[in-house]
């Protein structure tokens, strides 16, 4: 049951493993948890820190729980898209909302037909699903808990004749205190640092935080470890080196984090021409609402509502919460517009309006080891965010808002839902607060090399001792938020490295 931290790697350490695991998110935790089950000796090395330290504010999560501190910016189109990343063992669980969706079935259906294998089919998957919901302990959101904010979309949705509902989250425990992107303070929710991590830990992997790994070792053309740095959590200063080698490499350290890593190492150019393109992000803007009544959007699950239009494929409006203090800065609101601003606070609602994206970017590094991000808008994927808001603001008002508002430069706010689409039709994307906590398919699962980076059972199609298993291998946009489809695939991918036969043969140096 070995949980390391900084004390435990000072100076130049050395370790060694039968495998290897990049980051300790959904990815990582899922094939650290089968391949520890399956007699594998695991080390799993993760940047952040080894155990959470919440604090209730969004300040001390983007320190110590976000990648690049919750700057990570995409670049397209004259607009800036902050990209979130969770840090620490569990990786996004650990600030994430918890809103659990199944993958949907035309999703695997086509994921199945281009990869040309049975073991993404929704037959193939449905049963790794079940297993995993157990695990993490996926429950409906009692209304008790839910809070008006979530009550509100329902209600709106439903009168006017939509599909609606709480949306299914793994939190057991939860109390609706808001408060899931700055970490659970409670323990009610089940991130995988509660679960899946510790039940690979039972199985004897050793899982050692804040080193972040920042090389690849090749010897004789085949991956035989990685070289990494510690930190100390709270200064940042380097107290060691780590050097671990094994049999083989996953790289689980998420969309960002993976092709920021091969780009880093320059093992990139010769994965093939695929690491670190086709990023999808499901981008998102959001719609609020100003009610006559108190919601106080910061009590409550944080974002447990959701509705469905079936004349808008693609979009997928959920709740949106936040406290005060972000709400002003989503607004680009200070001094006296803040000051005005306040008093309406506790009467916002909120919808966060999200596309499965046609539109694709990049994922690269640079030089101070930073992620360089683009991101280049498909039109239609645009349309389609304004006619999702537009459908919002119409479901706000139906549960109860009086007045409209988004984070669109050059709009105001409105009572008149035909001036606030008509004025929305006119403003260009770069002119939008947009957000997205949902990066992808940068390493994707293919069978032909020049499109993709590893083949349907997770092996680098270019290099022996290489595998990757996190959202970064899916072959397309998913349309859901996608932590419980980061579980199940590499649940799946590490049953089929089980199933293959991890490399035995090198002889660990
Ligand atoms: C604020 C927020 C809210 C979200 N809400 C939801 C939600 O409600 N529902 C949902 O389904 N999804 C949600 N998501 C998305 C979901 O959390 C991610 O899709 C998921 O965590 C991706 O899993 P992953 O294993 O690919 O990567 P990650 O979870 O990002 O894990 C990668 C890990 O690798 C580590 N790492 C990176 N580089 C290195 C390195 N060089 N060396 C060592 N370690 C490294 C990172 O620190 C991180 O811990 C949210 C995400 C965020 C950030
Ligand atoms: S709403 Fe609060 S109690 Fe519930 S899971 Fe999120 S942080 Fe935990």
Redesign the pocket.
């Known amino acids: 049951m070995t949980l390391r931290d900084h004390t435990d790697a000072l100076g130049d350490t050395s370790l060694t493993a039968d495998v290897i695991i ?8 899922s094939v650290a948890r089968v391949l520890a089950e399956g007699g594998v000796k695991v080390l799993m ?4 820190p080894a155990r959470p330290k919440f604090r209730p504010n969004f300040a001390n999560a983007q320190r110590y729980h ?2 690049e501190n919750g700057a990570i910016v995409a670049q397209g189109l004259g607009s800036f898209v902050p990209v ?10 650990l ?7 199944r993958t949907p079935d035309y999703v695997l259906e086509k994921w199945t037909k281009l990869l040309g294998v049975d073991h993404f089919s929704p037959t193939a998957m449905g049963p790794i699903f079940d297993e995993i919901e157990e695990i993490i302990q996926v429950v409906d959101t009692p209304e008790a808990i839910a809070g008006e904010n979530n009550k509100l979309i329902v209600r709106g949705a439903t009168k006017l004749g939509l599909e609606t509902g709480f949306i299914r ?1 793994n939190t057991p425990t939860c109390v609706g205190c808001c408060m ?2 700055m970490g659970c303070p409670s323990g009610g929710k089940a991130s995988v640092d509660r679960n899946l991590v510790p039940m690979a830990r039972e199985h004897g992997t050793v899982v050692q935080g804040d ?4 090389g690849i070792l090749v010897e004789d053309d085949r991956v035989v470890g990685v070289r ?1 740095t510690v930190y100390h959590p709270d200064t940042r200063e380097v107290v060691g080196h780590l050097e671990a080698r094994a049999h083989a490499v996953i790289l ?7 092709p ?2 091969l780009a880093l190492d320059g093992l990139a150019s010769r994965l093939g021409p695929a690491v670190g393109t086709g990023l999808h992000l499901h981008p998102g803007s959001a719609v609020v609402g100003i009610c006559e009544h108190e919601v106080n959007m910061w009590r409550g699950a944080t ?1 447990a509502a959701y509705f469905k239009d079936k004349a808008l494929p693609g979009v997928l409006p959920h709740t949106i919460a936040s406290e005060p203090g972000h709400i002003l800065m989503i607004f680009n609101k200070v001094g006296h517009e803040a000051k005005a601003l306040m008093p309406k606070l506790p009467y916002m609602c909120g919808i966060g309006v999200m596309i499965s994206d046609k539109s694709q970017g990049t994922v690269g590094a640079r030089s101070d080891g930073r992620s360089k991000v683009t991101y280049h808008w498909d039109e239609g994927d645009v349309e389609r965010l304004k006619a999702g808001m537009v459908r919002s603001a119409e479901v706000l008002m139906a549960g109860g808002a009086v007045e409209i508002a988004s984070p669109v430069g050059g709009m105001g706010t409105y009572t008149d839902l035909d001036r606030y689409a008509a004025d929305l039709a006119t403003r260009p994307i770069r002119d939008f607060g947009l957000y997205s ?4 398919a940068t390493c994707r699962m293919g069978t032909d090399p020049a499109t993709s980076v590893i083949d349907p059972y997770g092996k680098a199609h270019a290099i022996d001792g290489l595998y990757i298993a ?3 291998v899916f072959p397309t946009s998913l349309g ?7 579980m199940a695939i ?1 649940t799946a991918l590490a049953r089929q490295m089980l199933a293959k036969g991890l490399p035995e043969a090198a002889p660990i140096r």
């Open positions: 990049v980051g300790s998110g959904p990815g990582g935790a090395l993760e940047e952040g976000m990648q979130a990343a969770g840090r620490g063992v569990g990786g996004g669980t600030v994430n909302s918890a809103m659990c969706w989250r899931c992107m080193v972040k790994v920042e990494g689980s350290a998420g969309a960002i984090g993976t920021r890593l974002q906590a949902h990066p992808m996190d959202a970064s859901v938020n996608p932590q419980l489809t980061t590499a």
